[in-house]
């Protein structure tokens, strides 16, 4: 229950709605590029939460000052038990551009909430550079994994991200080199807004900076060499893509799967028998906000998956090592499963189906007899549509070239009422 749902304690102890939480963005020039409403609701708060260096640069304070505590998360109940009284939380930046904005607001009411947003550092990197905001894709590798910026290293692509600390853009340099990329060109923007501002630039293949502010922002011009490690952005890639130890789904297959799966934006998949995670790994990157739980028995393979998951920049695969169904259980529903592996195996098709929400679709491929034997009584029971697929790949007999068939696949698609 929300701690602010209409039946909470909270809710009915407090019924009044005003506004008592602001959100302030602040910028390294400090109280000087604050609005006068902000400078106003800042001073007006009995406490001001903030990182020390946003407390430093929002001196000086009516309030009490408090550093957030480190985990965020160990914060969030002490705000929320001061509600109704002025409480300012402090930001860098926009707070709702990959900041604690969209956190505080899944646990307060937005009404109750005022925001003063200060200009992004995507904004601020742009106007430096003179490129268009909107041609640019915009990234954060704040706690998260480097490899997030797989899919968007595009040719000629201008990329702006968010650094984790003073370390992301030689890591960043080592990762394109790495990938035919080095002669992409890296601008560190550091501290801007403020008296430490600093710009430098470097191509990846040179890159050596050192004492790189934590504070910094990088802009990135890819530049690619005709031999460059470039994801396609279709789905289907080519099996070199993927590790394995021949449990693989087949790029034409896959292809087929992924479109049957159909995936939409946000979405969640369960992709069970997992192997070299293909398919999971594909959906992901059918859109940055698609996530994958994977499920795969054999610890090998599952870490062969994560490796595939990280060189294809697929960071929202989430890999579990268990066998289904008992692997299933408590997992959050799917809005789309496939089964490569295991489909025969008791109750793992009426775990799946049970758990898929309605309008859920769920895709089945056997390649056994015995597993099509079980799409036969499923199809009967459930409906859905059937398709055989088969595929033959040219390959050199002797001095020649001939035909080599792939083992047929039997692929069941239905939806759930």
């Given at each position: ?5 209409p039946?909470?304690p909270?809710e009915?102890?407090m019924?009044a ?7 302030i963005g ?11 409403a902000?400078l106003a ?26 550093i957030w505590?480190?985990?965020?998360a160990e914060?969030y109940?002490?705000i929320?038990?001061?509600r109704?009284?002025?409480?300012c939380?402090?930001a860098t930046?926009?707070?709702?551009h ?8 899944r646990l307060i009411?937005p009404?109750e ?10 904004t601020?990197?742009?106007?430096r550079m003179g490129?268009?905001l ?7 590798l ?7 910026i797989v ?11 968010l650094?984790w ?5 030689g890591?960043?340099?080592?990762l ?8 992409s060109?890296?601008?560190v ?7 430490r ?6 191509v990846?293949?040179d890159?050596?900076?050192g004492?790189i502010?934590p504070?910094?922002?990088?802009a990135?011009?890819?530049?690619a060499?005709?031999?460059a490690?470039?994801v396609?952005?279709?789905?289907g890639?080519?099996?070199?893509w993927f590790?394995?130890?021949g449990?693989l789904t ?9 479109a049957a ?6 979405e969640?998949?369960?992709d ?5 995670g293909s ?18 028995e054999?610890?090998e393979?599952?870490e062969?998956?994560r490796?595939?998951?990280?060189e294809l920049?697929?960071?929202a ?7 289904a169904?008992d692997a299933l ?15 025969s195996?008791?109750?793992v098709?009426d ?7 309605p309008?859920?679709?769920?895709v089945l491929n056997?390649?056994t007899l ?13 409906g ?7 595929v033959s ?7 020649m ?5 792939a083992?047929?696949v039997t ?6 009422p």
């Amino acid at each position: 229950m929300s701690p602010f749902s209409p039946n909470s304690p909270a809710e009915s102890s407090m019924a009044a709605k005003a506004p008592w939480l602001t959100i302030i963005g602040i910028g390294e020039d400090g109280r000087a590029g604050l609005s006068p409403a902000a400078l106003a609701a800042l001073d007006r708060a009995e406490l001001v939460i903030g990182g020390a260096r946003h407390l430093d640069l929002a001196a000086p304070l009516a309030g009490q000052a408090q550093i957030w505590p480190s985990p965020f998360a160990e914060g969030y109940p002490m705000i929320l038990a001061r509600r109704g009284r002025p409480t300012c939380i402090l930001a860098t930046g926009d707070p709702f551009h990959y900041g604690i904005g969209a956190e505080l607001s899944r646990l307060i009411p937005p009404e109750e909430i005022v925001c003063f947003p200060h200009v992004s550092a995507f904004t601020l990197a742009a106007a430096r550079m003179g490129w268009s905001l909107p041609d640019c894709d915009c990234l954060s590798l704040h706690g998260r994994a480097l490899e997030r910026i797989v899919p968007a290293v595009q040719p000629g692509a201008r990329l702006l991200v968010l650094s984790w600390d003073g370390s992301t853009p030689g890591r960043l340099a080592a990762l394109l080199n790495a990938r035919g990329l080095g002669g992409s060109a890296i601008t560190v923007l550091e501290a801007m807004g403020g008296p430490r501002e600093r710009i430098r630039r470097a191509v990846a293949s040179d890159f050596s900076m050192g004492d790189i502010d934590p504070l910094n922002t990088l802009a990135i011009e890819i530049a690619a060499a005709r031999e460059a490690r470039i994801v396609p952005l279709a789905p289907g890639l080519a099996d070199s893509w993927f590790e394995n130890d021949g449990q693989l789904t087949k790029a034409e297959i896959r292809a087929l799967t992924l479109a049957a799966l159909a995936p939409r934006a946000g979405e969640l998949l369960w992709d069970i028998g997992l192997g070299a995670g293909s398919v999971g790994i594909e959906w992901c990157l059918r859109h940055p906000r698609n996530r994958c739980i994977g499920i795969e028995e054999r610890p090998e393979r599952a870490e062969r998956a994560r490796r595939n998951a990280r060189e294809l920049g697929a960071t929202a695969l989430d890999i579990r090592v268990g066998r289904a169904p008992d692997a299933l259980a408590d997992l959050p529903a799917p809005d789309a499963v496939f089964i490569g592996g295991g489909a025969s195996e008791p109750g793992v098709f009426d775990a799946a189906w049970a758990a898929l929400k309605p309008g859920g679709r769920l895709v089945l491929n056997a390649v056994t007899l015995e597993t099509e034997t079980l799409l036969g009584t499923l199809y009967a029971r459930h409906g859905g549509a059937m398709r055989r697929l088969a595929v033959s790949r040219l390959e050199a007999v002797g001095g020649m070239h001939g035909w080599r068939a792939a083992m047929p696949v039997t692929q069941w698609m239905v939806t759930k009422p």
